[in-house]
């Protein structure tokens, strides 16, 4: 077993995750098919510090079954990283919702691109959403993680 926090969330769903075009084949996979384009997933999705990163030591980075599905945005990893500073965990790992949805593209009369969403209260989109957060909602739980 191993420790990791889990991220309460607010159910908004607000938090894009980026560079989700270049995991397409990886959530194709993990969808396997199961739901039709403007149709939603929720699943758990696992944030993973990448201080060793080469395009950014700040790069959080986001897996859904063990598959890299895209990073958070820097603003938001930015965010993300100064929650966790203020935070005293022994944990290098931290669970959350997300929602995955494939977007539909009528016009070409071909498959849309599956999105990724993440359920979390980062302060950067705490003002925009009506909250006032200050940080971010972390509860411990011993899970294997998949």
């Given at each position: 077993m191993e420790l990791l926090a889990a991220l309460l969330g607010d159910g908004t769903f607000a938090v894009e995750v980026v560079g989700v075009s270049s995991c397409q084949p990886e959530l194709e996979e993990i969808c396997a098919e199961r739901f039709?384009?403007?149709?939603?997933?929720?699943v758990l999705a696992v944030l993973i510090p990448e201080e060793a990163n080469p395009y950014s030591p700040e790069a959080v980075r986001v897996q859904i079954q063990r598959q890299t599905v895209g990073y958070l945005a820097r603003a938001d990893a930015r965010a993300f990283r100064a929650c966790l500073e203020r935070a005293v965990l022994d944990v290098s790992r931290y669970r959350c919702r997300a929602k995955i949805q494939r977007s539909e593209n009528p016009r070409e009369g071909k498959r849309g691109q599956w999105g990724v969403w993440l359920d979390l209260c980062l302060p950067s989109a705490a003002p925009a959403l009506g909250h006032d957060v200050e940080r971010l909602a972390l509860g411990l739980e011993r899970f294997t993680a998949d």
């Open positions: 039709q384009a403007g149709e939603e997933q929720e």
